[in-house]
Nanobody, 128 residues
Framework: LRLVESGGGLVQLGGSLTLSCGASGVAAKHYPLKNYAVGWFRQAPGKGREEVGCIAGSHDVMTYANSVEGRFAISRNKAKNTVLLHMSDLKPEDTAVYYC?????????????????WGQGAQVTVSA
């Protein structure tokens, strides 16, 4: 199973951007993302990794970091087997590489997951 993020790029202060996390590989059909906890993380230059949000594998319960609450939202496109991170009112401090990760060790698992599968990351840059 592999995860691939897409949708990153350069956006102006106050703008919006949506990242997509898709599953690929032979195992993807055996692990539909809709059944598992998926987390979104980011890492800015010189800083540690921060979890910005998670969507649970059961009832799609979502949690968010205080730093993005009210500005970021996670959703699923179950038909496309993807998890989306909708970002709005972006600030320069949101500039980072964004990663998605999935916990396939527990079906219908809660957040936070024990994430063992990670994407390669997508760069988001917010200009002032």
């Amino acid at each position: 199973l592999r995860l691939v993020e897409s949708g990153g790029g350069l956006v102006q202060l106050g703008g919006s951007l949506t990242l997509s996390c898709g599953a690929s590989g032979v195992a993807a059909k055996h692990y539909p993302l809709k059944n598992y906890a998926v987390g979104w993380f980011r890492q800015a230059p010189g800083k540690g990794r921060e979890e910005v949000g998670c969507i649970a594998g059961s009832h799609d319960v979502m949690t968010y970091a205080n730093s993005v609450e009210g500005r970021f939202a996670i959703s699923r496109n179950k038909a496309k087997n993807t998890v989306l991170l909708h970002m709005s009112d972006l600030k320069p401090e949101d500039t980072a590489v964004y990663y998605c990760a999935v916990d396939i060790g527990l079906i219908y698992g809660a957040c936070p997951g024990n994430y063992g599968t990670w994407g390669q990351g997508a760069q988001v840059t917010v200009s002032a």
